[in-house]
């Protein structure tokens, strides 16, 4: 089971903790470190501790705050994994401490454990605790010895000691050897508290007699169970070869640096042996050497040079220790240590991992929101592998140091994404050897849209011109708003927000296309009813909670001529008075008058408006064409000359009225004149014209009557037939006699009235005389009418006063008895009148 233990903090790691919630902006990392003891070689899957139980973590938590491994760096392997179900961690490939450290005399892996929502890491480090899976190995399967028979018992031959690759009481190696009379065994305590095997003579040898011994030395190892390894221990018994070859130092010491080229020397071990010749001559070799080190280094048999035969590297091992050994020529050996400490040189760039990425981040993130957690590494020692980080590039961005070699990347300031919708940035590793080494790696940290723009209108008011008479549906105006968001919290709709383009119970005026922001109009416009009108446009984004903006839009609407003008003096005759033979109003001019002398004004209007109202006069028609104008701007008529006798005494004037629209449009007005000195010099005129009138009437109305007779008549017949039939059919006796009485026909006169025309004010003022229309008496009417009223004739008009002093309740002249008793009564018709004058500056009637 592995054993966990947890790192507490004193006094000073308060204070550390203080500092760091003051540096980070955003979230907390992890002061202390989790200390998990495990023992090596455990399989796949153990147990290692529970880290979310420890971490404070509870089962809930675990899949937001999603739990996992962040290792980091070239020998940082993925040795451990986290449960996603329960957090705890297990082992995810076997651990062998002695391929891990090697002869460190502790072991441990580090490494950092990230949770996100909200992001934190924290570190963890689980030390390899060793175990006895190693047996003590000898280099040689056999030891070969050669010892003169003239060799004194007490004499010492040092052994090859074996190798154990555990650690404390697990490599701690005792000896023993098989019992032979001849030879013991001795240890020798060595630095660094090995022990050195030697074998002792314990009674002289005799060669004749015994030439050679196999021994057997087992190694066995102090850990429970004990492991154990031998080796064969061959003796020759020689001739004399009394003077072993002895090393000038028991250990040498050397320092290289790492990344020596292959080939160099490193160092060199020197034996001298007092015997001459043969027994003199000394070689070496390595005695008991591992592997890795045969791999890295070559011994020169004959003059003790030890070189490199392949590349060292600190990052892999820091300190290699090996014996060397050395044999005469008669076979005796002496034995010494070799250690070899290899300096750092800053041959390692930093490694920067990233661990996580928060991509993209909205552009409303507050300062200090953490955006990217990194980890970096430098294998190197010392100040090489001392690290320090930056941001390169234009981006409100920081990078702040954390805890175990991790920095933060937060935000410095705030994110517009309208103005960048990405930052890229370079975080720059430098160490600080000599020469320094860096490296980078690039960020690119991606800005997510928040609608925190409104739509901007081109124009914060527009204008319109609009002419009249548009059809419906036109294209009026179109206005444009730009939302610099991004998608939907940048797609702008339009909506009608107000203004006076439409009333209240009244279809609007225009309409705004949503999408395209076209304003068109619902209908006609005209500009009599509305010269202009303003409204006010909305412009909406699609984003949540959504942004708008408004625009003012003024529409002017342009008059066309579309309107005659009108006159309103001389009014024209109604349809009935016309058609009764009333007589038109008229003007009575004397026959004294001068030229110059105002007849009439004819007054004219025009709904339009600008050069589309300007009015302009001109007399088209005229019975006497030179004896009247008119003026061409005022709508004065005038006399031209003065009138004469030879002058007819009715004159008939047409004038035109003419806008000056293109095209122009016009209206005329028809004015009667009477030359006469006073009013009843006019009037017989005028009663010839109405008695016209009048007979022309009473024979239509004559005319209808007999036909109404005739259907009477044809009806009647057609009833007597159907009762006669009717009767014979039913034998009810003698036919019926029908009689058919025809009802009495009464023709009802009365006075007629022309409607007063009071529109405007008008600079002159007019006393109109007209005729009420004649009503013509039918020669078939029963019973009779009564006689007619007697009533002035125009003669007996003219002969009397004239009406520039009407009376004051009437203007209408009836029932007055005839100036000429002599006169037949038939003659006479029917008529009222009512007379007008002029009232003009400085004239009378």
């Excluded at 370079?426 to 925190?452: F, H, Q, Y």
């Excluded at 409204?535 to 839009?553: H, I, K, M, N």
């Excluded at 000195?677 to 009557?705: D, I, N, T, V």
Aim: with cysteine; net charge negative.
């Amino acid at each position: 089971m592995a054993v966990r233990r947890r790192q507490r903090r004193g006094p000073g790691g308060g204070r550390a903790l203080l500092a760091a919630v003051l540096l980070c902006v955003w979230g907390r990392a992890a002061a202390e470190r989790l200390r998990y003891a495990i023992p090596e070689e455990l399989g796949r899957g153990s147990l290692v501790g529970p880290l979310a139980r420890d971490l404070g973590l509870s089962a809930d938590e675990l899949p937001a705050r999603k739990l996992q491994v962040a290792s980091a760096g070239k020998k940082q392997l993925q040795y451990f994994t986290v449960s996603e179900e329960n957090g705890n961690l297990y082992v995810n490939e076997r651990l062998d401490r002695e391929e891990m450290c090697g002869a460190s005399p502790t072991c441990s892996v580090s490494f950092e454990v990230m949770v996100k929502n909200p992001l934190n890491v924290f570190h963890v480090e689980v030390s390899i605790e060793d175990v006895n899976d190693n047996t003590p190995v000898f280099s040689n399967a056999a030891l070969d010895l050669e010892i003169g028979e003239w060799t004194l018992p007490g004499a010492r031959f040092p052994l090859e000691m074996a190798r154990d690759a555990d650690l404390g009481s697990n490599s701690l190696l005792t000896y023993q050897l098989t019992s032979d009379p001849s030879f013991s065994l001795s240890v020798k305590d060595k630095p660094g508290g090995k022990k050195q095997p030697e074998l002792v003579l314990e009674r002289a040898l005799d060669r004749e007699k015994l030439s050679s011994f196999e021994l057997v030395l087992t190694a066995v190892d102090g850990g429970d169970p004990a492991r154990s390894g031998t080796v064969l221990v061959r003796i020759n018994v020689t001739d004399a070869n009394d003077n072993p070859p002895v090393f000038s130092k028991s250990v040498y010491e050397a320092r290289v640096a790492e990344n020596l080229p292959v080939g160099s020397s490193v160092l060199r071990v020197q034996a001298t042996d007092a015997d001459l010749g043969s027994n003199g001559r000394v070689s070496y070799s390595f005695s008991n050497v591992p592997e890795e080190v045969l791999s890295l280094f070559s011994i020169e048999s004959e003059s003790g040079e030890i070189r490199t035969v392949g590349p060292l590297d600190f990052e892999e091992e820091k300190k290699y220790v090996f014996g060397v050994e050395t044999t005469d020529g008669g076979g005796l050996t002496d034995h010494c240590e070799v250690q070899i400490d290899i300096t750092d040189e800053n041959d390692n760039t930093p490694e920067i991992t990233i661990l996580s990425l928060s991509s993209p981040v909205p552009e409303d993130a507050p300062v200090g929101t953490v955006v990217a957690l990194l980890n970096v590494n430098d294998p190197d020692s010392g100040e090489n592998g001392q690290v320090s980080c930056e941001l390169s590039g234009e981006a409100p961005l920081s990078i702040v140091a954390s805890s175990g070699g991790s920095y933060k990347v937060v935000t410095a300031g705030a994110l517009d994404r309208e103005q960048a919708s990405e930052h890229r940035v370079t975080v720059v590793a430098r160490d600080r050897g000599r020469p320094a080494l860096w490296s980078s790696t690039e960020l690119v940290l991606e800005v997510s849209d928040v609608n925190d723009n409104a739509p901007v209108f081109e124009e914060a008011a527009y204008s319109a011109y609009v002419a009249e008479n548009n059809a419906a549906g036109a294209l009026v105006l179109r206005v444009q708003a730009r939302d610099a968001d991004a998608g939907a919290n940048g797609r702008v709709s339009y909506w009608l927000a107000g203004g006076s383009a439409g009333a209240a119970g009244a279809a609007p005026l225009v309409s705004v296309e949503a999408r395209s922001g076209a304003l068109y109009a619902q209908r006609s416009l005209d500009y009599e009813q509305c010269r202009e009108f303003t409204l006010a446009v909305r412009a909406q984004d699609g984003g949540s909670p959504a942004r708008s903006s408004t625009a003012t839009v003024r529409v002017f609407v342009l008059d066309r001529n579309d309107n005659a003008p009108r006159v309103l003096w001389p009014a024209a005759a109604a349809a009935g008075e016309a058609a009764a033979g009333a007589p038109p109003p008229f003007e009575v001019v004397p026959r004294s008058a001068e030229a110059g002398y105002l007849v009439a004004k004819v007054v004219a209007v025009d709904a339009d408006a600008g050069r589309n109202a300007w009015l302009s006069y001109e007399l088209v028609q005229a019975s006497e064409p030179a004896l009247f104008r008119v003026g061409l701007h005022s709508g004065e008529v005038r006399t031209a000359r003065a009138v004469s006798e030879r002058d007819a005494a009715k004159q008939r004037l047409v004038a035109v009225v003419k806008d000056h629209g293109q095209p122009a449009l016009s209206a005329t007005a028809t004015l009667h004149v009477v030359l006469a000195e006073s009013l009843q010099e006019a009037l017989p005129e005028l009663s010839e014209r109405a008695a016209g009138a009048e007979a022309a009437a009473a024979a239509a109305e004559l005319q209808f009557y007999l036909v109404l007779a005739l259907a009477l008549l044809s009806a009647l017949l057609v009833l007597s037939v159907a009762l006669a039939v009717l009767a014979r059919l039913r034998r009810a006796g003698p036919p019926a006699v029908l009689r058919c009485l025809g009802a009495q026909r009464f023709s009802v006169a009365g006075a007629a009235f022309p409607a007063d025309f009071c529109e405007g004010t008008l600079p002159y003022s007019y006393n109109l005389c007209v005729a009420a229309p004649a009503r013509a008496v039918p020669e078939a009417a029963w019973p009779p009418p009564p006689p007619p009223v007697p009533v002035l004739s125009a003669e007996e008009l003219l002969g009397g006063d004239s009406c520039e002093k009407p009376s004051p309740s009437s203007n209408l002249l009836v029932g007055e008895p005839p100036a000429n008793p002599d006169a037949p009564q038939q003659a006479q018709p029917n008529t009222d009148w009512r007379f007008s004058q002029t009232q003009r500056p400085g004239t009378s009637g």
